[in-house]
T-cell receptor, first 119, second 110 residues
């Protein structure tokens, strides 16, 4: 148990469906992340939120839409996905960085992931 | 961007054996983490070790930041150690962007 939970754990959706992945952290962190892990590939960062502001979009297609309503919750809204989007989607959290503050580095903690299959 | 290379890609051990996993990176870093990914996909934090040496039970890690590598030592391996081991780094001056290596897949046989 890392203090980061994700739902659902498994999701099968058609290419025309709309679904959302949810992540919640109970660690008092202020930064949250979405990563994608495809078969036979290393984890790839998708989005970073720091104090609810998006600070990184790693050239992710617009069919993936993140939302961070508060520092404890992170969503990934999915629509019109492609079969190649099938993957394990992992959420992580860490301490946040204040604007203008030192570029400190903080340990990231991961949730159990959502295994997504697009048919 | 920063490159992360892990070796070996695959490793098979007999229970009780020791092993060393290596992570090389191409630029200076201010964050380096080792993870173990279990068969269900959960990433378990092993070490947060941008520099120096740490030990936790049968596992230990050393990062030599000036030479841009880190080592993960597993002693007296057990079948439960099986899985994929990832090294991930954040380059200096970056904003929380962890770059992962390809991983080392470890199988420990009874």
């Amino acid at each position: 148990e890392t203090g980061v939970t994700q739902t659902p754990r498994h999701l099968v959706m058609g290419m025309t469906n709309k679904k959302s992945l949810k992540c919640e952290q109970h660690l008092g962190h202020n930064a949250m992340y979405w990563y994608k892990q495809s078969a036979k590939k290393p984890l790839e960062l998708m989005f970073v939120y720091n104090f609810k502001e998006q600070t990184e979009n790693n050239s992710v297609p617009s069919r993936f839409s993140p939302e961070c309503p508060n520092s404890s919750h992170l969503f990934l809204h999915l629509h019109t996905l492609q079969p190649e989007d099938s993957a394990l989607y992992l959420c992580a959290s860490s301490q946040g960085r204040r604007a203008g503050g030192p570029l400190s580095s903080y340990e990231q903690y991961f949730g159990p992931g959502t295994r997504l299959t697009v048919t | 961007g920063i490159q992360v290379e892990q070796s070996p890609p695959d490793l098979i051990l007999q229970e009780g054996a020791n092993s060393t996993l290596r992570c090389n990176f191409s630029d200076s870093v201010n964050n380096l983490q080792w993870f173990h990914q279990n068969p269900w996909g959960q990433l378990i934090n092993l070490f947060y070790i941008p520099s120096g040496t740490k030990q936790n039970g049968r596992l230990s890690a050393t990062t030599v930041a000036t030479e841009r590598y880190s080592l993960l030592y597993i002693s007296s391996s057990q079948t439960t150690d099986s899985g994929v081991y990832f090294c991930a780094v954040e380059s200096s001056g970056n904003t929380g962007k962890l770059i992962f290596g390809q991983g080392t897949t470890l199988q420990v046989k009874p």
